[in-house]
Structure formats: C-alpha cells, structure tokens
C-alpha cells in the first residue's frame, strides 16, 4: 500500500500525497511547518476525517520540534481548526491538545509523548474495525461503499474498505460496486485506485445509479465512513450518504457505518449548531479544469449531508458493532 503521509524525522517535513492528482499521478508534496499542513487540508491535498487528525497531529509535532512557543501553537491549532469544519477527529485532537498547553512543566516533551501516543493508537485501529466488520459481510456478496474510506482515508487499511478488504480476505466478496462521487470524484478517482491496489473486484457506476442497483437486488450490504457522528446517532458524511441510506432502506439492504471511536462527537447530541462545510462553486462546474457548464451559474455545493441514526443498521468500531453509538463510547 502507498503511503498518504510520510513524516521524515531528520528533516521534521512531513510528505503528502497529492490526492488530487491521482489515480495517474503519485507525487508527494512537502509540508514545512503546521500552516503549510492546513493549506493542504483545506486545499484537498490530503482528506478523509482519520488522515486530516493524523497530518493535524504531524503539525504539531513540527511546531513543538522547531521550538514554537505557546503563543505560535495556538495559532496553528487556530489555521488546522479552520482548514475543514465538519470531520469531527481533527477537532478531538486538537482539544487534546489545547488541554496540553495548559500543562505546567516540559511542554515540548508532554506534545511529542500525546502526539506519538495518538498517532500509535490510530495505527492499532483499522485491522480492528476490519476484523468486527467482515462479520456483518454475507458469503459471496456484492457490497456497496462510498466515498473513500481505504488506505488515502486513513493510516491504516480504512474504514469501510478496511471491513471490505477483510471480507475479501476472508473470500466473502464477490464485487464492490464504486459510485463515482460526485463532484470531487473519490470514488471514481481513488476507491477505484485503492481496489486495484488491493486486487479487489469493483465496478464504477455513477452516483444516480446505485438506488435502482438496490431495486434490481444487486447489492447485499452498503458499508460506508463518517466524518462527524453525534451521539444521538446521526451521521454527517460525504454528501450523497443520505441518498443511498433511503434507498437501503426503501429496498431492505442493511446498510452500516465503519468508524474509529474518534470520529464520535461526544460533546454534541444533534447536529443543531454545527457547521456543515460548503465548498466553492469551481468544484461543480469544472472537472480537471474543464467547464460543464456556464462558469457563472449558480451552485449549492454542500460537501457532506446528515443520515438520521434510523437508517443506520450498525456502528463498526475498533471496540465492536453496536445499534446505538452511545454504546461504543461505553465500551472498554
């Protein structure tokens, strides 16, 4: 597996790979300090809610190496916090973090111990999540995901591909079927990449296709990421998760969400206040630079939308599946 971050001690730079230039190109690009990693989140270099934690915590292992002061550190939790408003794990380490700096002794030394610490545990996470989740996956089955949710998503084997990918292990899957992933195209551009990495059978339909697969009972299960989950279950993901949640449930497809405990909202019941992130127009109208459209016309371009806990048929975490998230926050 190709590595999406790649921090290199010796020269404390951390090397990111461009995520929008594949699947054609891989070519990393160098992160100097923590403002150059929030531009590379907020820019789409990197993404995926467990990978834009992880780079967060890379800056600030930067920072503190090159000796920022406090003052300097806040100002980088600042840019990281404004790089991307919705992913909830970001947000969770950086509370970690700011909790740190009120510390009192060795500053640098307590950031270095919480950032390795963390960035150890989301590496022990993702084989978990795939081990609990390939028991949810039938013998023989066609399995939906979305969105991308592998080994770009995360620093692991992933999310949902990591369930997917333990399910084929296991010769439990026939077939991932890939929507596309409109406007940004993860799907299409780095699903599909990841499943020819993988060796995993897929097929690629457009995002208005995979209601009617469910009608034609061409799908057996849907397993898809989170972004942000608040504790009265409803999940916040990349837009268009609503869609095919409806359509599972109009056509009797269970239909589950793979995340790591980190991507639970433990200080929110409901999404009431929390910003869902709107990107710019140019995303819509243009693919790869070229126009689809009149380049003035008028967009919504709401990056990710909210699917109510009650289309949700199970939470796969590291520490198991459960019907109510609550549950996963309580377990040990």
Do not use: W
């Amino acid at each position: 597996m190709i590595r999406p971050l790649i921090y290199d001690e010796e020269s404390n730079i951390l090397r990111i790979l461009d995520q929008r230039l594949l699947p054609f190109e891989e070519v990393y690009v160098d992160a100097r300090d923590g403002f150059q990693v929030a531009d590379a989140i907020r820019e789409m270099v990197l993404r995926g809610a467990p990978l834009i934690a992880v780079a967060g915590a890379y800056a600030i292992l930067m920072e503190a190496r090159k000796g920022a002061d406090i003052g300097r550190l806040r100002e980088v939790i600042s840019a990281l916090r404004h790089s991307r408003p919705t992913a909830v794990n970001l947000f969770n380490f950086l509370k970690t973090i700011e909790n740190v700096l009120h510390e009192t002794g060795n500053i640098k030394q307590r950031i270095e111990e919480t950032v390795l610490q963390f960035i150890r545990a989301e590496k022990d996470l993702y084989d978990r999540i795939g081990e609990y989740g390939s028991g949810i996956i039938p013998p023989d089955a066609t399995v939906m995901t979305f969105c991308n949710t592998g080994f770009l998503a995360t620093i692991g084997i992933g999310t949902a591909i990591g369930v997917i990918y333990r399910a084929f292990q296991k010769g439990k899957v026939k077939e991932v079927i890939v929507p596309e992933t409109r406007p940004y195209l993860q799907g299409a551009r780095l699903t599909v990449y990841e499943m020819r990495k993988l060796g995993i059978p897929h097929r690629l339909i457009t995002d208005n296709t995979a209601p009617f697969l469910m009608e034609l009972g061409k799908v057996d299960v849907v397993v898809v990421g989170a972004d942000r989950v608040v504790l009265n279950g409803d999940v916040a993901n990349k837009i268009g998760t609503l869609s095919l949640a409806l359509a599972a449930k109009e056509f009797g497809v269970p239909f589950y969400v793979a995340l790591p405990t980190s991507t639970i909202d433990s200080r929110s019941r409901t999404f009431e206040g929390i910003r869902i992130e709107e990107r710019g127009s140019e995303e819509v109208i243009f693919i790869r630079g070229n126009p689809i459209t009149y380049p003035d016309t008028p967009t919504y371009h709401y990056a990710f939308d909210i699917t109510p806990a009650k289309l949700i048929s199970g939470y796969i975490t590291e520490r198991g599946i459960f019907r109510d998230i609550s549950d996963a926050l309580k377990a040990l």
